[in-house]
């Protein structure tokens, strides 16, 4: 017994473009990046001091210090 024909692929629909897009008719040109102001207030100025990692000990400490009553 042969199977029966597979029928034939359907015909390709356009393509359709996202909800929302429009079509442009030229392409847009990227806008210029500028610096940020204050870009610049951010670097460090002398030696990076290491610092002991902290333990759950110290973040658990209770003497007052930061405490939000």
Do not use: K, Q
């Amino acid at each position: 017994m042969t199977p029966p024909p597979s029928p034939d692929p359907a015909p390709h629909a356009p393509h359709r473009r996202p909800y929302g897009s429009v079509r442009l008719s030229a392409p847009v040109a990227v806008a210029p990046t500028r610096p940020h102001p204050g870009a610049g207030a951010r670097r460090w100025y002398g030696p990076r001091v290491p610092l002991p990692p902290l333990s759950m000990g110290t973040l658990r400490r209770r003497d007052g210090a930061g405490r939000r009553d």
